[in-house]
């Protein structure tokens, strides 16, 4: 939805509503990421990596760190901030321990998607840890 607001008198009013087209995950098709938190509480990222995210025909692929990665995507035509992905395929490179456990934290949460949306112009990806807590994998867009 689109709506259009104005403040007459003092008061804030809805001056217009429009109905738009529904977000699905075939709009994030062509789109590229880069990694800006693990989410609220996870460890930091490292200063010197970056973890990327890009998807294409139902596939989504990018950098862990330091191993490339790629994987399918699903999701519900009614719900359509629904999205599971996996199983992922991960390039076996020796890497630094710090990368490794980063690496290793961010591909754990990604297997463990459960929805999207975007959230201020950054693409937010819901995923949930064993002990029942959300998190978000926050994303700026790729330049």
Do not use: H
Request: glycine share 10%.
């Amino acid at each position: 939805m689109r709506k259009t607001f104005a403040v007459v008198d003092g008061q804030l009013q809805e001056m217009s509503s429009e109905e738009r087209s529904q977000v699905s995950l075939r709009d994030l098709d062509g789109t590229d990421w880069r990694l800006r938190s693990l989410g609220e509480g996870q460890a930091s990222l490292l200063p010197d990596s970056e973890i990327t995210l890009s998807f294409a025909d139902g596939q989504v692929s990018g950098s862990a760190g330091c191993n490339d990665y790629t994987g399918g995507i699903s999701g519900d035509d009614t719900l359509p901030q629904v999205m599971t992905v996996g199983p992922l395929a991960v390039t076996a490179m020796m890497c630094a321990e710090p990368i490794t456990n980063q690496e290793t934290a961010y591909l754990d949460a990604l297997a463990k998607v459960s929805a999207w949306r975007y959230d201020f112009g950054f693409l937010a990806l819901t995923y949930r840890l064993e002990d029942g807590t959300l998190y978000e994998l926050s994303f700026t867009p790729a330049p």
